[in-house]
């Protein structure tokens, strides 16, 4: 619990406080709770998108106080902004109270529940649970060891990493560990929690009083599956979805120079800290874009071509100047333009049976959200709208014609449940509004049909709006925790780390990483955990199922283990020198150290 509120605090302290100072100047209409969202992405890219680029054009070394400059320069230049506004062109500043704080006592156990939820998948497993993770683990480590974007592959050799296509991302945790003094692992643990809590907040503020709090819970019940990741693990695309929230936000509050200039800047850091999350990012400030350039009016038009103005020159600019940027678009649209007989084979369970995980109240809510939308609703919600449509459809064309790209139809999905849950926010609100013009009707019915009723008002005796509402809610609540709780139940969550290989890698990495001068590579039978033995040990494989997904391989491995590790001349061939939890060792070529579980190959 301790550490969980020293995360709290640091998550405060470096992404909340000086993004919420940024917001407030430039955004002053902006809610105190839309600040604190808007704030922690204006953080999260000044700490992942300015070290980045400094240290790429310059050279310089990320350093925590390059962290902290960052930040300093941040608020700096918010604070120029708010000045020359003020003195140049004379608008003042009004500070607008919340129009939704008797709300914000239903937002609070909303939090409190997404919190838990998020945590679900570590309540019996305090470390990393994904290999994507200890991917991340391992590169984060590798840039705070170097204090550069340049550092020793953490995996296969020890040639330089040099294209990292989500370098931003990597940047960021770096920073935020070295300037808080938290630990990699309990930032991974903890960090998700906080993150996931801003993305409610982000959906609250997006809604506001109208569908706010119902989008607010059913973006927590947005599932995090093995298939296709999600909130409750420390990756790009958990960060990716709490900046395409404050896209939407930004893109469908007031047109402005501002807002113009922030979408901007925001895609320029998705394209540092996750290029597929950009891409979604794109899909759904183009559907406002849209919206917006065919509605009346000279200014919606305009307002329309800025949108898409401020979608293109971070592309192109991303396009011309960032290497790793233009491989993976080439690389996608090559897949694109294949032939789809030769389409990427996917080795991975379809993408249907994840939309269950979200809960047939949602689902249902959100097919009529969607309807809501076009037939009640404002341009914000047909957006979201036309965005669940566009991650379907980038999904079946996939799936069915095999026409796409494979990373951006995993994505798809995630993003897909991010706005359905936002249109069961939307259908919730529609629900809600059908129920109380019937259930009105109904009661001033009664009040002048019946003889015993024509001398009182059934509505002075209860709230017929009120009551309706909370049995609706109430019901959709049931359903919802219910599903949610047996789907995150039924996930197969593996294991690849625990207090035991911990401490056994943490003793490698002591006795035989360090005192050496040369990579050491290892081996064990869990291949899914090689990439936490390379991030915790310091050792490298040769053998890994992430990264590497060298699949043709692995019945040599086997065989290696299911024969005693008898072979040395697989060892030798393969520059392997440590072996670590076998299950039986019949080798007297390998020598068994202080730790049991560990052996070494005799010299």
């Given amino acids: 619990m301790t550490q969980f509120l020293f995360v709290g605090l640091w998550f405060l302290l470096l992404l909340v406080i000086p993004g919420f100072i940024c917001s407030s100047l430039l955004f002053p209409r902006l809610g105190y709770l839309a600040r604190c969202a808007v704030g922690v992405v204006l953080s999260s890219a000044t700490l992942s998108t300015l070290p980045f680029l400094i240290h790429k054009l310059i050279g ?13 320069a941040a608020v700096a230049a918010s604070f120029g902004l708010w000045l020359a506004r003020r003195l140049l062109f004379r608008i003042p500043l009004k500070m607008e109270r919340i ?34 993770e200890w991917f991340h683990y391992a590169y984060v480590e590798g840039i705070m060891s170097s204090h550069s974007l340049t550092f020793e592959n953490p995996f296969f050799s020890s040639s330089n990493v040099t294209a990292n296509i989500e370098g931003g991302f990597h940047v960021l945790l770096a920073l935020f560990s070295g300037l808080s003094g938290i630990g990699l692992r309990s930032l991974f643990l ?79 850091s998705l394209i540092l800290i996750h290029p597929p999350s950009m891409a979604m990012g794109m899909i759904a400030v183009a559907a406002h874009g849209i919206n917006a350039f065919i509605s009346k009016g000279g200014m919606n038009k305009f307002h329309g071509i ?13 396009y011309v100047i960032y290497s790793s940027f233009r491989f993976l678009v080439d690389r996608a649209w090559s897949d694109v333009m294949s032939d789809p007989r030769f389409a990427y084979t996917y080795v991975l369970p379809k993408m249907g049976d994840c939309f269950m995980a979200l809960g047939i109240a949602a689902i249902v809510l ?65 629900a809600t509004g059908l129920a109380h013009f019937a259930v009105e009707k ?35 609540v049931s359903v919802s925790v219910v599903g949610s709780l047996g789907v995150r139940a039924d996930e197969p969550y593996y294991i690849v780390m625990d207090d035991t290989r911990w401490s056994d890698y ?14 050491i590579y290892g081996i ?48 030798t061939k393969y520059g392997i020198t440590v072996v670590y939890g076998p299950w039986s060792v019949n080798n007297p070529d390998l020598e068994q150290q202080e730790n049991p579980r560990v052996w070494v190959l005799r010299k």
């Fill in 190 to 268: 903890l960090l998700p929690v906080f993150v996931f809590a801003s993305m409610q907040v982000a959906a609250f503020v997006l809604g506001k009083e109208k569908w706010g709090l119902g989008a607010a819970f059913f973006v927590g019940l947005i599932p995090t599956t093995l298939r296709i990741l999600g909130p409750a693990f420390l990756v790009p695309v958990a960060l990716g979805m709490l900046f395409v929230l404050v896209l939407l936000i930004i893109a469908s509050g007031k047109p402005g120079l501002y807002s113009y200039g922030a979408i901007t800047v925001l895609f320029i």
């Fill in 306 to 318: 800025m949108l898409g103005a401020s979608i293109a020159l971070p592309f192109l600019a991303g």
């Fill in 366 to 430: 959100a097919a009529a959200g969607t309807f809501y939308a076009f037939y009640k609703g404002c341009a914000k919600e047909r957006a979201l709208a036309v965005c669940a449509a566009a991650m379907l459809a980038i999904m079946l064309m996939f799936e069915k014609a095999g026409w796409g790209v494979a990373i951006l139809y995993d994505r798809a999905g995630q993003f897909s449940m991010l706005f359905l849950a936002a249109l069961a926010g939307v259908g919730l609100l529609g």
């Fill in 99 to 132: 129009p939704y704080r008797h709300t914000l006592l239903l937002l609070l156990p909303i939090l409190a529940f997404g919190a838990y939820l998020n945590f679900y998948p570590h309540i019996a497993n305090a470390f990393p649970i994904h290999v994507d």
């Fill in 506 to 519: 943490e003793w490698i990495k002591e006795n035989l990483v360090g005192p050496s001068e040369k990579p």
């Fill in 524 to 571: 064990s039978p869990d291949l899914l955990g090689a990439s936490a033995m390379c991030a915790v040990s310091g050792m490298k494989v040769k053998f890994a199922v992430h990264p590497g997904m060298r699949y043709g391989q692995f019945n040599e491995v086997y065989a290696f283990f299911a024969g005693n590790c008898g072979n040395t001349a697989f060892l």
């Fill in 60 to 72: 310089q070394p990320i350093t925590d106080n390059l962290g902290i400059a960052c930040l300093g």
């Fill in 442 to 476: 109904g009661t001033a019915k009664l009040a002048k049909g019946r003889e015993f009723f024509r001398n009182w008002d059934a509505r002075r005796f209860f709230n017929p709006r009120a009551i309706t509402t909370l049995f609706i809610c109430a019901a959709v």
